[in-house]
C-alpha cells in the first residue's frame, strides 16, 4: 500500500505526522521534539519527496533510501524527521492488522516498571529530594533520575556544592531500597566523573548517564572502565555508525536511544540488535511526555534485551507547557511506579483535535 499523502502539525517544541495511504486509512507519528517547526520544514523539504508513492511494508529499505538520497545532510535534524514518517507507518499498520505497535515489533501489551526522571537544574537539593519522596509517595514509584554537574559544564556543578550536596540528600530521603540514577548531560572530563563516579558508588547509585561529553566516546570509555556502576549514553547519537563504534569499543555499559533522534522505531530496533548481540541491555532516552514516551513503552515490550526501567517524565505544566492536552486519552497513567501498554491497535492514542487546529500546517502529496 502507497503512501498519498503526508501532513505535520507543528509549533516550536512538538509536532505530529498525518500518513494518509491510497486507500485513506491513516497513521499518526511524531518528528522529534523542539525546534519542531524547522524540523517540520525539513520533513516536507527532505523526507516526503522520497516517501510519496512508496510502499508501507518495508520501513527499513524506505528509511535507508532516504538517508541515501540525502547524504549530504547526515545530522540530526533529518533523522528527527525521518522518525515522523517511521512513526507514522507504525501506526498505520497496527491499525490495518488490529495490533498494537508493540505486537508488530516481536512484543506484547502489558506493564512496564517507570523510573522518575527530573529534568531540573534549578531546584535545591533539599527540595529535589523532597520532590522524588513525594513522588514515590503518591504514585509508588521506586526509581528515581536527578541531575549531577552542569550541562556541558566543563567540571563545573550547577553551582558550587550542589553534586556533593544532592547524592547524599536524595538517598536519605528516599532510603535504601530506592535505585537512584543520576545524568551528568555531558558535564565531565573523564578524570572528574570518575571523582564523582566514586562518590556515586559510595551512595549506591546504580546508573550515571552521559558522564562526558556525549561526542568523546574514549573518555566514556575510561569512565565505564574504571567504576562498578552502570555508565550509559547514547541518547544524542543518530548515525549508525558510530553506534558500531560506541557498542564495539564498550564504552558504555546501557545504551539509550532517543527513537526520535534516532529516526524511528526501525532504526532504533537496529541499535537494540547491535547492543543485544554484545550482551548489553537498552533503556531508551525519553525525556518529556509528548509520543516518544509512547514510541519507548511500545519498543521496551518488544525487545529481549529491555533495561529495567523505562524513564518517564515527572515535570509538569511549570516546566514543560507546551507538553499539556496533546492526546484525547491520556495514555500515561502510572500506578505502583509502572505504567501499561495497551493492546490498542497502533500506538492507541487520539491527538486532540483542539491543538491540531492551534498548529501550524503543511502538505505533501502526490500531484
Known amino acids: 500500500m502507497k503512501i498519498k499523502r503526508l501532513e505535520t502539525f507543528s509549533n516550536e517544541f512538538v509536532g505530529f505526522v498525518r500518513l494518509t495511504a491510497e486507500d485513506g486509512s491513516v497513521g499518526w507519528g511524531q518528528v522529534s521534539t523542539y525546534n519542531t517547526d524547522i524540523t517540520a520544514q525539513v520533513f516536507h523539504r527532505q523526507v516526503a519527496p522520497w516517501a510519496l508513492g512508496e510502499d508501507i511494508l518495508n520501513i527499513d529499505a524506505l528509511v535507508d533510501r532516504i538517508v541515501e538520497k540525502e547524504h549530504k545532510f547526515p545530522g540530526s535534524y533529518l533523522r528527527r524527521a525521518i522518525a515522523g514518517l517511521d512513526t507514522a507507518i507504525w501506526d498505520i499498520r497496527g491499525k490495518q492488522q488490529q495490533k498494537p505497535v508493540c505486537a508488530l515489533i516481536g512484543g506484547s501489551p502489558g506493564r512496564l516498571r517507570c523510573y522518575a526522571s527530573s529534568m531540573r537544574r534549578d531546584i535545591e537539593p533539599h527540595a529535589e529530594a523532597r520532590r522524588l519522596a513525594d513522588l514515590r509517595d503518591r504514585f509508588g514509584f521506586d526509581a528515581f533520575k536527578f541531575r549531577v554537574a552542569s550541562e556541558c559544564g566543563r567540571d563545573r556543578d ?5 553534586t556533593g550536596e544532592i547524592v547524599p540528600a536524595v538517598r536519605s530521603a528516599l532510603g535504601d531500597d530506592a535505585a537512584l540514577l543520576v545524568d551528568a ?3 565531565y572530563s573523564a578524570q572528574r566523573a570518575i571523582e564523582v563516579g566514586a562518590m556515586l558508588e559510595d551512595n549506591g547509585v546504580v546508573h550515571f548517564e552521559e558522564p562526558c561529553p556525549y561526542w568523546d566516546l574514549e573518555a566514556t570509555k575510561k569512565v565505564s572502565d574504571a567504576l562498578s556502576l552502570d555508565v550509559t549514553g547514547g541518547e544524542q547519537d543518530c548515525d549508525l555508525t558510530i553506534w558500531r563504534q560506541m557498542i564495539a ?18 532504526r532504533a530496533m537496529r541499535v537494540a540488535k547491535m547492543a543485544a548481540d554484545a550482551g548489553l541491555p537498552c533503556t531508551p532516552h525519553s525525556a518529556n511526555l509528548s509520543m516518544v514516551t509512547l514510541f519507548t513503552m511500545h519498543f521496551l515490550r518488544a525487545i529481549p534485551n529491555a533495561g529495567s526501567y523505562l524513564e ?13 492536552n496533546l492526546f484525547v486519552n491520556d495514555p500515561f497513567v502510572v500506578t505502583d511506579g509502572g505504567v501499561t501498554v495497551s493492546d490498542a491497535p497502533g500506538w492507541g492514542v487520539e491527538i486532540n483535535p483542539q491543538w491540531l487546529d492551534r498548529a501550524q500546517y503543511q502538505i505533501s502529496e502526490l500531484g
Open 158 to 162: 550547577e553551582w558550587p556544592g550542589r
Open 185 to 187: 548531560n555531558s558535564g
Open 249 to 266: 569499543m564498550r564504552a558504555v555499559d546501557i545504551v539509550q536511544p532517543d527513537i526520535c533522534y534516532i529516526g524511528g522505531i526501525a
Open 312 to 324: 518517564f517524565s515527572i515535570e509538569g505544566a511549570d516546566y514543560y507547557p507546551w507538553q499539556q
